[in-house]
């Protein structure tokens, strides 16, 4: 049986996994990603990249790829009435940020132009379809991974570091045996994608539209095969009282009957379903233990209230690729297993504030889903208009959609010296 030894070996090619293998691509580390898949990804996930992770993909140096396959750029958003009345309207060049725009590209596009930029690394290999299933786990993380070759061959790989980027139902996080905290959200999202309807201008924002109905979100979505950023829309929404039975079964005409009440422009939305979603947030008491660490919904899955989940995926490559010994030094046991609960150590913090955040707008966009949400909506549209009119309000709101965790610019965080984490840890323990 062929024996694969790696310096890293990452279970998942979604976005998480494929961004870092992007990312590390210069950086002289052999690399090995197992993805089981033998289609594309769901193309309705999350598809909108923050500034703060547009600034990295500059880093890394993929932005003018990405912008050259025809991704789009959005600048701002709106949150309206279900009659088109602005509550708050944003822009993000009101920050001081380097890129003051979302990077627009389809959720599948991102993870294969991700591992197309990684193939760029001399000893990188992508094993797909292959699952991984068969870890062998010590006190010390994972020794080896065997694995059905699609040759039929079975291989093991032996990595010095592993990273789980294997999603929401991650092996890597039940073979490790890591527990964590989950919520059941009672409502599922249902997605569709139509053409644009004439009035649902500007077409580089996002739009929120509230009503005693309930709430919907419009994207812009780039098409395919010719990427025209103004012509096809995203539209997401919890299912209320209607059930997802309504939805399955609905004709175009009654969909946009229910839609329109929730925003007027789409009483006559050409729609087509994209998908179902129903909704877990599964956050990982631990992100790395020995050699293994957890990124991406495999560490923190989340509710799409506030379009976080990719980004949280992305966001944290930074710290943990700072954290990773170089090349030569990570055959270091000790020292890569300190590295890591380094790493968990400064992201986790960050992501318990964000995450508890999610929660509450995710909270929030559920009992919008309810029967009698009238006082819910008035509520949650003052909020807006507060935000709108409240300067401080107003710059809080804007860093925290952009992605910059506790409104400090990435520039300003990434590069602190490892020991300057939020609080100590006894590294013994
Ligand atoms: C309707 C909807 C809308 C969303 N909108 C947004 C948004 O606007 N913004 C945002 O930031 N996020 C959004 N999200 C969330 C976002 O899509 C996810 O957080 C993100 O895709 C997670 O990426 P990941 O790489 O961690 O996991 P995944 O995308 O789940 O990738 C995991 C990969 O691992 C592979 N895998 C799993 N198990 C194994 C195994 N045993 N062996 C080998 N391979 C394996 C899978 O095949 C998959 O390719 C949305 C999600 C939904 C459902």
């Not at 979302?102 to 596009?109: A, E, G, P, W």
């Amino acid at each position: 049986m062929p024996v694969i030894e790696t310096d890293i070996l990452i279970v998942g090619g979604g976005i998480a996994g494929s961004a870092l293998a992007c990312a590390l691509r210069h950086d002289g580390y052999n690399i090995v990603v197992v993805e089981q898949r033998k289609m594309p990804l769901d193309t309705a996930r999350g598809d909108h990249l923050q500034p703060c992770n547009v600034e990295l993909l500059a880093r890394w140096g993929v932005l003018d790829k990405f912008l050259e396959r025809g991704a789009g750029k959005r600048v701002g958003h709106e949150y309206r009435t279900a009659e088109g009345e602005v509550l708050l309207s944003a822009t993000y060049d009101e920050l001081p940020i380097p890129y003051p725009y979302f990077l627009v590209f389809n959720h599948d596009l991102i993870a294969e132009l991700f591992l197309e930029l990684a193939e760029e690394n001399p000893n990188f290999l992508r094993l797909q379809p292959v699952a991984a299933r068969k870890f062998e786990v010590s006190d010390d993380g994972i020794q080896s991974l065997t694995v059905d070759l699609p040759t039929g061959e079975k291989a093991t790989i032996k990595p010095r570091l592993v990273v789980g980027a294997d999603g929401t139902n991650s092996q890597v996080r039940a073979a490790m045996k890591f527990t964590a905290m989950e919520h059941q959200y009672i409502h599922p999202l249902v997605a569709l994608f139509g053409p644009r309807p004439a009035g649902l201008k500007p077409q580089d924002r996002l739009f929120r539209y509230s009503s005693k109905s309930g709430i919907v979100m419009v994207q812009q979505r780039q098409s395919q095969p010719q990427p025209r950023m103004d012509d096809q829309i995203k539209v997401t929404l919890p299912i209320g009282a209607e059930g997802i039975a309504f939805w399955k079964n609905s004709t175009k005409e009654q969909r946009a009957e229910v839609l329109g009440h929730r925003a007027n422009l789409l009483c006559e939305f050409d729609s087509d379903i994209a998908g179902f979603y129903p909704v877990k947030m599964i956050h990982s008491d631990e992100y790395a233990r020995g050699n293994v660490v957890l990124i991406g919904d495999a560490a923190h899955s989340v509710h799409p209230a506030r379009g976080q989940g990719l980004n949280m995926g992305i966001a944290s490559l930074s710290k943990l690729i700072e954290s990773l010994p170089s090349p030569s030094g990570i055959a270091n046991a000790e020292k890569l297993k300190r590295n890591l609960l380094l790493y968990q150590a400064f992201q986790k913090p960050l992501f318990d504030r964000v995450i508890a955040q999610n929660h509450e707008a995710a909270l929030a966009m559920e009992s919008t889903a309810e029967a009698g949400v009238a006082e819910v909506v008035r509520q949650l549209q003052r909020q807006c208009q507060k935000i709108h009119q409240l300067p401080e309000l107003r710059k809080q709101h804007l860093l925290e959609a952009s992605g910059y965790p506790f409104g400090v610019p990435l520039s300003a965080w990434v590069g602190l010296p490892l020991k300057s984490l939020p609080y100590e840890m006894d590294l013994q323990a």
